[in-house]
């Protein structure tokens, strides 16, 4: 065995952003427009067979209005798509055959190390492509009440690897209501949901013996 452990820490990272905004006309709010880009190269771990390098891309627009005094809404939509998204490379679904037997450590009975190379299938919980969604809102009412509610869509997925299909969806929303009793009294009402699911292929070895 290679007792000599490579760090999968050491990389070179290289991020940019563009960021660009304008002002619609006749009180219609701003737009923004933004890509954002982020290549990570490793010195010692391979998300695919020979790279070491995930490139991840990601597309954003922007919406922000304020229809009427003390109100306002904001809706945001993001897109990435990744080269080589992390993958643990051969990471599950072992093809080692073993018979039953009761002398487990005997030289002519298959061991842990031996399934461990014979694994075929890429493990992985990062996203190929993903799509988010966010929407914000909020409310002023004369004496000092406000309400506010946001909503959030993240769906992503990866298929890229061998033996490899995980998709994560991912909801939430909230709603407040807050205000003030007095100068000295603040109070507030809130409600949040949360539903995730997410889809992957589970290996569970066995080991007969």
Known sequence: PNYLRESAIDRDVFASELDV??????????LRFLWELESIDRGSFEVAAGETQTTENVLGLDWSVRP?????FQLAYRHGFVDNPFLHVD?????????????TLSPATPQYYQFQAARVGDAT??????????????????????????YRLWDGA??????????????????TLAGLASPQVAWNL???WHDQEIDMPVSIPIYDG
């Open 21 to 30: 905004g304008w002002r619609l006309p006749r009180k219609l709010g701003r």
């Open 125 to 150: 919980a990062s996203p190929e492509d993903w799509d988010e969604l966010r929407a914000r809102a909020s409310f002023g009412f004369a004496g000092g009440t406000t309400l506010a509610a946001s």
């Open 91 to 103: 990471g599950t679904y072992s093809t080692l055959v073993t018979t039953p037997t009761t002398a």
């Open 68 to 72: 009427a005094k003390r109100t306002r």
């Open 158 to 175: 990866n298929d890229s690897g061998d033996l490899t299909d995980w998709s994560k969806t991912s909801q939430a929303a909230t709603i």
């Open 190 to 192: 809130a409600w949040a």
